[in-house]
């Protein structure tokens, strides 16, 4: 029997997880999305094409292999229909190659009002949700009343429908929110209805059965390890588990079948929406690298918040995630800069230093302590190969290896799945 390998992004997300995914895809027959929902968005680019996924895992533009929608994912039907209409010029045989679980939970169209509703109400205290319902989608899944995938197979899903609306319109009355409720209830159900055309199945026995037959499994992750509901920066987190121990709950696979855990994150830090960032840089640096990176919200179109590497967040979200190999990204970002700062340690405010993530980061202060490196101040893109790179970058590149204590396996420096190279020729060979 196989193991199922586990890609996730070690920062706050918009790591670049979308690009790996695509370009490791031809060696998996199988990819699975195991978390999250239309918050997430990862961007994919190929042969001059850009194309940004919200819900169906990023292995769809290959032929051979079979994307799934695992049972710990949070669905919009309407967001769903719209990704398969945009995806209708590639010619993709989705009804073919594309599964859903029956297990995962639906968002409805009031939890969508409700999300809005409640991040109005925090005021200057609000977290920075996408105001896509994925908080609320999961509050009814834990609170036991959420409606699934498979539901919508049942003769009774009109009145279930009904019983959970009710239930949001009783709680929205205390919010002074407009909406067109009639409208929104049948795009819903026009996108229902759309949704019930796609293989429903219960797809732990799908992926378990692929596992057992000797095939290859990559869980596709979503966001970022320091955005987990247990283990990031809360309150100002998602509402489910980010980390490898996800992969298990949101696909149905035992911990013994985990294999390869790829650690995603870009040569510097980025953050969407509220809460800690230690290493955010509010001066022209952190512009700089903003518009260098097209540092925007592929979900949200919202600025992303940028900032230097921060190595104790990256330890931390290395030792949850059980992670054996460091993929990073965005390296030609940092071209622009002569010298670079990296955070190896926080300094709290009795002046002790520790590279250990504090439990008050989100309330307390802490200050980095940074080391300067040498930037290679020059272009990446003429590059060819992973031996090539610049003499700085790959003293940057073995100064994060020396502190993480972990191999950066592959490089990457620009957008296109050509501007990917891989620093070891087993690993190389490993991944095609």
């Not at 060696?27 to 190929?46: M, S």
């Not at 995962?104 to 809005?116: F, G, K, S």
């Not at 409606?147 to 002074?176: C, K, M, N, Q, W």
């Not at 003293?395 to 994060?400: C, D, V, W």
């Amino acid at each position: 029997m196989s193991k199922a390998d586990v890609l996730l992004g070690l920062q706050w997300g918009d790591e670049g997880k979308g690009k790996i995914v695509d370009v490791l895809a031809p060696r998996y027959d199988v990819v699975a999305r195991f978390q999250g929902g239309p918050n997430a968005g990862h961007t994919l680019e190929f042969d001059g094409i850009k194309h940004v996924l919200h819900q169906i895992p990023s292995g769809i533009f290959r032929p051979s292999t079979k994307n799934v929608i695992g049972n710990g994912v949070v669905l919009d039907p309407v967001v769903f229909r719209k990704e398969i209409e945009a995806l209708a010029r590639y010619n993709l045989n989705l009804q073919e190659n594309l599964f859903i679980s029956k297990k995962a939970t639906l968002i409805v169209p009031t939890h969508r009002l409700l999300d809005q509703a409640y991040e109005s109400a925090k005021g200057e205290a609000k977290i920075g949700s996408t105001l896509r319902g994925i908080g609320p989608a999961y509050q009814d899944k834990i609170g036991r009343q959420g409606l699934r995938v498979g539901d919508i197979l049942l003769p009774d899903f009109s009145d279930r429908f009904r019983r959970i609306t009710e239930h949001h319109f009783a709680i929205l009355e205390r919010y002074p929110i407009a909406y067109d409720w009639v409208k929104l209830k049948e795009e819903f159900l026009s996108a229902v209805e759309f949704l019930s055309q796609f293989n429903l199945a219960e797809t732990e026995y799908l992926i378990n059965a692929e596992l057992q037959r000797g095939k290859t499994v990559l869980a596709e992750g979503a966001q970022g390890a320091l955005l987990d509901i247990d283990f990031g920066s809360y309150p100002y987190v998602t509402s489910s588990n980010t980390i490898t121990a996800g992969a298990c709950t949101g696909l149905g696979l035992a911990p013994r079948h985990i294999g390869e855990v790829y650690g995603i994150f870009k040569a510097y830090c980025t953050r969407v929406g509220g809460g800690p960032f230690p290493t955010e840089l509010f001066n022209e640096e952190g512009e700089q690298i903003r518009r260098q990176g097209n540092e925007y919200g592929s979900t949200t179109g919202r600025p992303r918040r940028c900032g230097w590497l921060d190595l104790p967040a990256l330890k931390y979200s290395i030792m949850i995630n059980g992670v054996t190999q460091l993929y990073m990204m965005k390296a030609d970002v940092l071209s622009v800069f002569p010298m670079l700062k990296v955070c190896t340690h926080y300094r709290l405010d009795d002046g002790t230093e520790t590279d250990v993530m504090p439990y008050n980061l989100a309330y307390g202060k802490v200050t980095p302590v940074y080391r300067e490196l040498k930037g290679w101040n020059v272009s990446l893109s003429s590059l060819s190969n992973g031996k090539s790179l610049p003499a700085e970058l790959e003293n940057y590149i073995r100064f994060i290896e020396e502190h993480l204590g972990l191999p950066v396996v592959l490089v990457s420096t620009g957008p296109d799945r050509t501007q990917t190279f891989y620093r070891h020729e087993q690993a190389a060979s490993l991944h095609g």
